[in-house]
């Protein structure tokens, strides 16, 4: 589709907000009258709208006014609520159980990614501050079940949920934590439950 010039976006703009409303469309008229112009300017702006694609309209028919394109919809970053979790639930039940969520954080884009699912984990000490993760961030962490070397994922150790940063070595897999203290964690196997994608920090 063509390109809107400002007028016709905020006109555009206008018609979609007085649409959604009131339940029907505006009228000329009352384009003119929002925006303080003739009758004559809304309609060279209400054709130039139809004739780039983004409205319809019946002739010589008052309210026929359709928006077909809202260009607002493409301003709005999708956005999610991603689960805080407590920590790892009791055995047996998922790790995204209800009794295991005990609240819920907004994220939106760039974060997080439509079609992909998230979780968030509160960090309980500073053995990632390596890679400049702090006891207190909040961690959003994109649910996988698999991951490449040298990425952080969230998993069990200890008995709690944590992050480590993982390497799998020829027969046995490394969660490396990043303080220069704590040792890293051997094991033959390991359960991922994702992957981080973003911290969160209130100052």
């Known amino acids: 589709m063509m390109t809107l010039t400002d007028r016709q976006r905020a006109v555009l703009d206008f018609i979609a907000r007085f649409s959604e409303e009131h339940a029907y469309p505006p009228t000329v008229r009352e384009i003119g009258e929002h925006f303080d112009v003739s009758l004559r300017a809304v309609q060279d702006h209400v054709s130039a709208l139809q004739k780039k694609g983004y409205i319809s309209l019946i002739p010589k028919r008052s309210r026929s006014i359709r928006v077909l394109k ?43 990614q439509k079609g992909t699912s998230y979780f968030a984990l509160r960090v309980q000490d500073d053995t990632m ?17 698999a991951a490449e070397d040298g990425q952080i994922v969230a998993v069990s150790v200890e008995d709690a949920l944590r992050l480590r940063r993982f390497y799998r070595e ?14 890293p964690v051997y094991c033959q196997d ?10 969160v920090r209130a100052y």
């Open 170 to 183: 020829s027969s046995r897999v490394r969660l490396q934590p990043e303080d220069g203290i704590s040792p």
């Open 190 to 199: 390991v359960r991922i439950e994702g992957v981080l994608s973003g911290i």
């Open 129 to 145: 501050r390596g890679a400049a993760i702090l006891a207190g961030d909040v961690a959003v962490v994109r649910v996988a079940d």
């Open 70 to 112: 809202d260009e607002r919809a493409q301003a709005v970053p999708y956005a999610v609520r991603v689960p805080l979790l407590k920590g790892l639930p009791p055995a047996g039940q998922p790790l995204l159980c209800e009794e295991n969520v005990s609240s819920y954080i907004g994220m939106a884009e760039p974060s997080v």
